[in-house]
């Protein structure tokens, strides 16, 4: 294991829950930076707690804007892959993440193990 992927797992670990989060803005800015990259794998993880919701920013809305942007991301030429802890995510994410792909994790201690094999398929 080599030092960066220790200092990576070691961030992950420290997420913490923020109870708010604008999916789609948060999609459309990075993928507006990526789009500016010559890379030949354009790819964003989203780690994400459950739905998207902010004060005004919540239901239909929250889960359309979200899709709408991950759309957007795909027409640019980025990958999207979300990681989440939220159990009821089969509920909601098939919808957002039409032209994506996802996983539900059973914990959220299980990231840091989880990623690295994630990350290394969506990259070969």
């Known amino acids: 294991e080599n030092a960066v992927s220790q200092v990576v797992r070691q961030r ?3 997420i913490a829950c923020g109870l708010e989060n604008r999916d789609g ?7 507006a930076i ?4 010559e890379e030949h794998t354009r790819l964003i993880i989203l780690i994400s707690d459950g739905k998207p919701v902010d004060k005004e920013y919540a239901g239909r809305h929250a889960i ?3 899709r709408k942007a991950l759309l957007e991301a ?3 030429g980025v ?3 979300c990681i989440t802890v939220d159990q009821k995510a089969p509920d909601y994410l098939p919808r957002m993440y039409r032209h994506s792909s996802w996983v539900v994790v059973n914990a959220v ?8 094999p994630i990350f290394a398929r969506l990259t070969t």
Do not use: C, N, V, Y
Request: proline share 3%; glycine share 6%.
């Open 109 to 116: 201690e299980q990231l840091p193990e989880k990623i690295s």
């Open 34 to 37: 990526l789009k500016g990259r």
């Open 74 to 76: 795909r027409q640019a």
């Open 25 to 31: 803005a948060a999609l459309r800015h990075t993928t």
């Open 12 to 14: 992950i670990a420290g």
């Open 79 to 81: 990958r999207t892959f």
């Open 64 to 66: 359309e804007d979200t």
